[in-house]
Structures are given as structure tokens and as C-alpha cells.
């Protein structure tokens, strides 16, 4: 693991924070390295809604089937994308922008002290329909992912997840599979 790349190594999912909540300026430095993802054409499709309240954290971790951590995490951040922004106006295009936005946020937490974890919303119809009633989501707004964001209760420990077998050099093999 070369010591250049440890921002990729420390992102790792946390799931388990300390309650303290995020600052403003967390979510400004959050929302900046969000909006610096490469998107297809230059569209900038990404919306995002910031969750901070406790009593919406609350009420979001009661309403997603994956988020009971979201409870006492310091804040969310809800990646959509327009449907008329997206290049070719593309749903396939809108998913693989916001995704990239999304993992910028949580490859900037570290730097910040903070983690985070993915909390997967798109193609689940009723992830989608229960943010989209909270927040009165417009339908050409299409909620994509989430994350939940914090003070890690835990030390973290960087890794890597290589695995030789997941490569293709040159030619499919049968070998690699
Ligand atoms: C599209 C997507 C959806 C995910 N949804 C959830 C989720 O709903 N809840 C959760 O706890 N983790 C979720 N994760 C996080 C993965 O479980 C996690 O990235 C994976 O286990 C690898 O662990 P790491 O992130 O610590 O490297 C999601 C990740 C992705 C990319």
C-alpha cells in the first residue's frame, strides 16, 4: 500500500460514529470534493441534499431498512441527479455521475477525521419513494445513493482489497475467469 494512496486505503465503511455533529464547513469541504467527480460530457447532473437535523437523521434512519445508523451519525448527504441534466438525459449516465460524486465524499471524510459508509437507495422502489416523500423530491430527481457521515466510534485501519484473480492482462484467460 504506497503511503501516495492513503486516502484510498483509509475510506473504509463506518457504521458506528460518536453522535458529534458536522460542521458546516465539513459539509462545504464534502460538497466540493462531491462536485469535483468526472461527469460524463461535463452535465453535472448531481443534486444533493443535506441532512444535519437530528430529528430528519432520526426519521431517515426509521424509514431506510439500511440505515439504523443514521441515527447517531453527524449528518447525511442525499446524492441525486436531474433527469434533464444528465447527458443524453440518460439514467445509466445520471447513476455513474452521482456514484462518482458519492465516492468523493467519502474519499475527502478521511482527510476531515470523519468516515462514512454508502447507504444504497437506487433501484430499491422503496428507498426511493420514502425520500422522495420526505424531501419532496420532484420526479425528474432521482435519488441515487446516500451516505451517512461522522466521527468514527472505532480507530479505523487502512487496507486494500486486491485481488489478483479480478485481473484480465491483456486476453480474458481461463485462468482469471
Ligand atoms: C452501491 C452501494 C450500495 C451500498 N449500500 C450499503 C448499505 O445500504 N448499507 C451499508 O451498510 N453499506 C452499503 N454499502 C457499502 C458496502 O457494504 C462496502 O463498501 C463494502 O462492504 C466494502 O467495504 P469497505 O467500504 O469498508 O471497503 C454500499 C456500497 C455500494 C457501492
Redesign the pocket.
Known sequence: MKKELDYIWR?????AFDGQPLTEEHFCELLEAAMAAPSARHCDPWEFIVVRNSGQLQKMAEL?P??P?LASCGGAIIVCGDLNKAYMNSLSYLLQDC?AAL?NI?LAAPGLGLGG????IHPREERINALREMFSIPEHIIPA?ACMLGYPATEITP?T?FDKSSIHDGIWTKESN
Open positions: 475510506r473504509r465503511s463506518v457504521r431506510l439500511n440505515g445508523a456514484s465516492e467519502l459508509c454508502w447507504l444504497g445513493g487496507r482489497r
